[in-house]
């Protein structure tokens, strides 16, 4: 069974905080690396797709990172807002296609 | 609102019974993913189909089986049902993006066995 951890679990900040999460993987078989936005009473909604090692991507305050050789990947969010309250997933994708997801940090961002 | 649908939103059913779940992409996305949410563990990945062909094989159950037909339209279908099947059912379709894969989740099918 493939492992694919996120920490940390979970995470209280105050409104302003900048925070930043873990993702890691497998450093074999590697195809690509997602993140995903996942609200309550939602469904998960995409953010990042990750392929190269050494990619970096950013969206508005958040931003993400790719190490593919060491298995791991940063979530950064600056300056964390109520809205920005949510479980951020990621998901390890195989060379053979097959999507593993970690099991989530939980962000709450308190006013 | 994803694009995806999913039907019906809820199902309550006993053990050994049988269900199917509906699953519609995007217009345009040609591949179907399911997944299983149950409450003690994250997301897992059942199944992948691409234009009607099975393409990517995770933790499905033989209990369970899936199939994408012509319209592209998909349905999982779950047999001999036992309370551990009781779980949130997700699927997804996708597009290549910028920077490969882009996945659309649907609502998901909560399902209940009693």
């Known amino acids: 069974i493939l492992n694919v951890e996120q920490s940390p679990q979970s995470l209280h900040v105050q409104e302003g905080d900048s925070t930043i999460f873990t993702c890691s993987f497998p450093s074999s078989n590697f195809y690509a690396l997602h993140w995903y936005r996942w609200e309550t009473a939602k469904s998960p909604e995409a953010l990042f797709v990750m392929t190269l090692n050494g990619d970096e991507k950013k969206k508005g305050r958040i931003s993400a990172t790719l190490n593919t050789k060491e298995g791991y990947s940063y979530l950064y969010i600056k300056g964390s807002q109520p809205e920005d309250s949510a479980t951020y997933l990621c998901a390890f994708i195989s060379a053979g296609n097959q999507f593993y997801f970690g099991t989530g940090t939980s962000l709450t961002v308190i006013p | 609102d994803s694009g995806v649908t999913q039907t019906p939103k809820h199902l309550i059913t006993a053990t050994g019974q049988r269900v199917t779940l509906r699953c519609s992409p995007r217009s345009g996305d040609l591949s179907v993913y399911w997944y299983q949410q149950s409450l003690d563990q994250g997301l897992q990945f059942l199944i992948q189909?691409?234009?009607?062909?099975e393409r990517a094989k995770g933790n499905i159950l033989e209990r369970f089986s899936a199939q994408q037909f012509p319209d592209l339209h998909s349905e999982l279908n779950l047999s001999s049902l036992e309370l551990g099947d009781s779980a949130l059912y997700f699927c997804?379709?996708?597009?290549w993006g910028e920077g490969g894969v882009e996945q659309y989740f649907g609502p998901g099918t909560r399902l209940t066995v009693t």
């Open positions: 997804a379709s996708s597009v």
């Open positions: 189909y691409y234009n009607g062909e």
